[in-house]
T-cell receptor
Framework: KQEVTQIPAALSVPEGENLVLNCSFT??????LQWFRQDPGKGLTSLLL?????REQTSGRLNASLDKSSGRSTLYIAASQPGDSATYLC???????????????FGKGTKLSVKP | NAGVTQTPKFRVLKTGQSMTLLCAQD?????MYWYRQDPGMGLRLIHY???????AKGEVPDGYNVSRLKKQNFLLGLESAAPSQTSVYFC???????????FGDGTRLSIL
């Protein structure tokens, strides 16, 4: 069974720091891996999607990497700001377990707090 | 550009009552999903649909029913609400391929 784990569960950093969030998954048979952001009381917003054939994706201050063979992904946030405070969720779309219908398997998230 | 809209945003029910949550998307997506999010459990898939008139069970389908009579709408029903169904419910839609899923803002449901 595919399982997704995110470490740490919570992280507090001072403004300006570069930081790394980690995601691991147990089965390397995936179509893609996605990182989402969730603000309190809100839905999920897609940040980056890495296809299984790709190694990384970048958007502004965000960079996500994927090592499919080892079952790991990292989300790197450069020069963190208080506005980055949110919960970050990692999800994989497996090639089985309903993934052909777009089903995602989520980690439990990392709650990030960036202090001014 | 509304994306995915969920109604209602909040609701309080008594045990045994019934209700329907509505999800509407304006992106002409074939696939739609209902998730529940609970503290310490992450997001879990309840039911999903791969097109108008179709539904399928996800990871935690018991106690819920769904319908997809129109392509743009996906309804989640609770026939006899139980306190264990207190949760935040999210609807999502998906086009195809390596596009991300698009999420609504959620419905916060409390069952007393």
């Amino acid at each position: 069974k595919q399982e997704v784990t995110q470490i740490p569960a919570a992280l507090s950093v001072p403004e300006g720091e570069n930081l790394v969030l980690n995601c691991s998954f147990t089965d390397s048979a995936i179509y893609n891996l996605q990182w989402f952001r969730q603000d309190p009381g809100k839905g999920l917003t897609s940040l980056l999607l890495i296809q299984s054939s790709q190694r990384e994706q970048t958007s502004g201050r965000l960079n996500a990497s994927l090592d499919k063979s080892s079952g790991r992904s990292t989300l790197y946030i450069a020069a963190s700001q208080p506005g980055d405070s949110a919960t970050y969720l990692c999800a994989v779309r497996p090639t089985n377990y309903g993934g052909s219908q777009g089903n995602l398997i989520f980690g439990k998230g990392t709650k990030l707090s960036v202090k001014p | 550009n509304a994306g995915v809209t969920q109604t209602p945003k909040f609701r309080v029910l008594k045990t045994g009552q019934s209700m329907t949550l509505l999800c509407a998307q304006d992106m002409n997506h074939e696939y739609m999903y209902w998730y529940r999010q609970d503290p310490g459990m992450g997001l879990r898939l309840i039911h999903y649909s791969v097109g108008e008139g179709t539904t399928a069970k996800g990871e935690v389908p018991d106690g819920y029913n769904v319908s997809r009579l129109k392509k743009q709408n996906f309804l989640l029903g609770l026939e006899s609400a139980a306190p264990s169904q207190t949760s935040v419910y999210f609807c999502a839609s998906w086009g195809w391929g390596n596009q991300p899923q698009h999420f609504g803002d959620g419905t916060r449901l409390s069952i007393l």
